[in-house]
């Protein structure tokens, strides 16, 4: 199975702009989780989706929104940026479970200028 | 609130020697604990969760709910386990809440 994919894989944008991330989950994976990891506050999460609902939702301004298809890829976008928001942005894909093991992609790198 | 804690940010070893690296957890519900590790260049990937009891690449992690811990354990460590180590807390509907990690490097 190919596993899950992030695009684009780097981003440079300036303050105020807007942007949006794509996750292409593992084929079969309902379920789609966002995370944002920095170097100061390390992984967070930020909500996840599961058959084009979101589900769960983290700690995170309403600038970041996210949203899933009906083939569970997923985009989130973050509008307004701010320089706090240079971060690496993961996703990961599971199967609907009560244990499932989340897989994640290699992640998204933006930088806000 | 749920919180994970990773006291020390790197460990250093010796090739052959034990490892413990600890995780500490905050969670009034039923916790459900993960170790991911992520080599250099490579992404994040799960290790072992505490509901399987099982042991990968020989390590191991035990669950001990009256100290809220779930240190991960290898005997003999080797140069290949050099990697970042992050212990996770599942809080419901994949919403993993993360330790800071720690920077395991094994010397030869």
């Known amino acids: 199975k190919a596993g899950v994919t992030q695009t684009p894989r780097y981003l440079i944008k300036t303050r105020g702009q807007q942007v949006t991330l794509s996750c292409s989950p593992i084929?079969?994976?309902?379920?789609v989780s966002w995370y944002q990891q920095t170097p100061g506050q390390g992984l967070q999460f930020l909500f996840e989706?599961?058959?084009?609902?979101?589900?769960n939702k983290g700690n995170f301004p309403g600038r970041f929104s996210g949203r899933q298809f009906s083939n569970s890829r997923s985009e989130m976008n973050v509008s307004t940026l701010e320089l706090g928001d240079s971060a690496l942005y993961l996703c990961?894909?599971?199967?609907?479970?009560?244990?499932?093991?989340?897989?994640f992609g290699p992640g998204t790198r933006l930088t806000v200028l | 609130a749920q919180r994970v804690t990773q006291p020390e940010k790197l460990l250093s070893v010796f090739k052959g020697a034990p490892v413990e690296l600890k995780c500490n957890y905050s969670?009034?519900?039923?916790?459900?604990l993960f170790w991911y590790v992520q080599y250099s260049r490579q992404r994040l990937q799960l290790l072992l969760r505490?509901?399987s009891r099982e042991s990968i690449k020989g390590f191991t992690a035990d669950l001990n709910k009256g100290e809220t811990s779930f240190h991960l354990k290898k005997p003999f460590a080797q140069e290949e386990d050099s990697a970042m180590y992050y212990c996770?807390?599942?809080?419901?509907?994949?919403?993993?809440?993360f330790g800071s990690g720690t920077r395991l490097q094994v010397q030869p």
């Open positions: 969670y009034s519900g039923s916790p459900e």
């Open positions: 990961a894909s599971s199967s609907d479970g009560l244990f499932n093991e989340q897989f």
């Open positions: 084929s079969g994976h309902r379920s």
């Open positions: 989706y599961f058959s084009e609902t979101q589900r």
């Open positions: 505490h509901i």
């Open positions: 996770a807390l599942n809080t419901g509907r994949r919403a993993l809440t």
